[in-house]
């Protein structure tokens, strides 16, 4: 092997190692199982404790927004050595800015929150891969619901 060649290739391996480090190339892979918030609509008498959520930014809480928006959010994949967390946003940092906001409304994996006049309780949950479709956007036969699991391989996590 030539050594502009051999140089060449150790810089690209040299790139994708960093890739890798900093988590872009686990998000592009969508590895392991994705997470997603999932909002669903609650009696507003049910729980006392709620964050009001009608002012959220959706370029800072995008998880929120789109679960508040459209039922789920998009799915977040964690990296496969935990790299990834501290250098991208995910659906724990919202929940634990919500927590900042009023403690006594967030648990460890869900949260109350209030937009309008409407009271949501938002849901972290996992959902196993083969259970999101083949291509990992969710499209499967088997779907998790929030205070349900569909399967034993379905849990509700928060670290």
């Given at each position: 092997m030539r050594r502009v060649t051999r140089n060449f290739v150790l810089g690209i391996l040299v790139v994708l190692v960093l890739l890798l480090a900093l988590g872009a190339l686990p998000s592009l892979l969508a590895s392991g199982d994705p997470y997603y918030l999932v909002a669903e609509p609650v009696a507003n008498d049910s729980t006392n404790a709620t964050v009001?959520?009608?002012q959220l930014s959706e370029r800072r809480f995008p998880y929120t927004t789109a679960a508040l928006d459209d039922g789920r959010s998009e799915a977040y994949y964690d990296g496969p050595i935990g790299l990834k967390?501290?250098?991208t946003h995910s659906?724990?940092?919202e929940l634990s800015e919500l927590e900042a906001r009023n403690a006594s409304a967030v648990t460890d994996e869900t949260a109350y929150v209030r937009a309008g006049n409407t009271t949501y309780r938002l849901e972290l949950i996992?959902?196993?891969a083969?259970?999101?479709?083949s291509n990992g956007t969710g499209t499967g036969t088997t779907t998790a619901t929030p205070g349900t699991t569909t399967t034993a391989a379905v849990a509700e996590v928060r670290r």
């Open positions: 009001n959520v009608s967390e501290a250098f659906p724990f940092d996992r959902e196993p083969d259970a999101a479709g």
